[in-house]
């Protein structure tokens, strides 16, 4: 019971920092905002690691070659793609479209790992695909090739094709979970400070930027990760990864909570999302990359 209700916590503030996040790129640009949320999760994290995992450090520095490439994929990048395309989007939209990532973790690992893709898998993607497309196109997917999308929405779809990238490179990494993300933290950090020094980054003055950026760095970069990883110790790794589905549902129920309208083709484009997911899950796989790495933060996450 208390692991289940640690998901749903995990669950609940990486949703958080979707609405947050969402309103704190009005008032600083992505790079500040990514690098200043790692900089400040970065010790927090390591001393976690430490608290709970007890990792012997010089191993897990050992595979910093592959460390510097996740965090340059999925902690940097992933997070870069998040923010941008929250600056033309909605919290909800990025959601619902980030709920796609485990068709698209399929689609490249047939692609880069030649991985089979089931008759199950495959029509999940089939639902997946169409699910995204309603919401990029805002119901109109005839208009796909005559329109221009939502710059947003295709940042968003940037973004899931990272994290997935991500998650394919991190298989078989050694380092324990919260250790792994600490150093990651951490390489973030020193390789976004050049970047984010001379694009003007520096630390807000307003009262709630300050706020955002302390929930984001504090709750979903250090305490999301915290509750996860203690929950997926005594919860099998399919059930955690249902779980992470609660991100785009807590994410609709607070932007509407603040006032905002769901669309008849974001709630469709949602559902199709959802049960493309469920049905692909039904695939008998060997290795199911649809479920979330548990040493990586899951898809839903920013």
Sequence with gaps: MKATLALVAAAL????????????VHAMDPVALTWFRWLLAALPLLLLAQLIERPRWRPVLVEWPRLLL??????AGYTLFLYS????TTPLSASLINAANPAVMVVLAAVLLRERIGVAAAAGLVLGL???????????????LSTTPNEGDLLMVGAIVVWSLYTIAG???????????????????????????LTGAHWPTQAPTVEALLFIA????VGAYALWNLAAKHVPAGRAGLSLNLITVFTAIISVAMGARLTMPEIAGGLL?????ALGSLAPRRRRIAEPDLEQEPSGAA
């Design 171 to 197: 298989r078989s990494l050694a380092a324990p979970p919260i250790a792994a993300t600490g150093v990651q933290a951490a390489m973030t950090a020193v390789l976004l400070a050049p970047v984010a020094l």
């Design 130 to 144: 169409v699910g995204v497309l309603l919401v990029i196109t805002d119901g109109r997917i005839a208009s796909i």
């Design 218 to 221: 504090l709750l979903p970069s």
């Design 13 to 24: 503030l990486w949703a958080g920092n979707y609405v947050v996040g969402g309103a704190a």
């Design 85 to 88: 395309a929250l600056e033309f």
């Design 70 to 75: 996740l965090a340059v994929l999925g902690v």
């Design 273 to 277: 999302v959802f049960a493309g997911v």
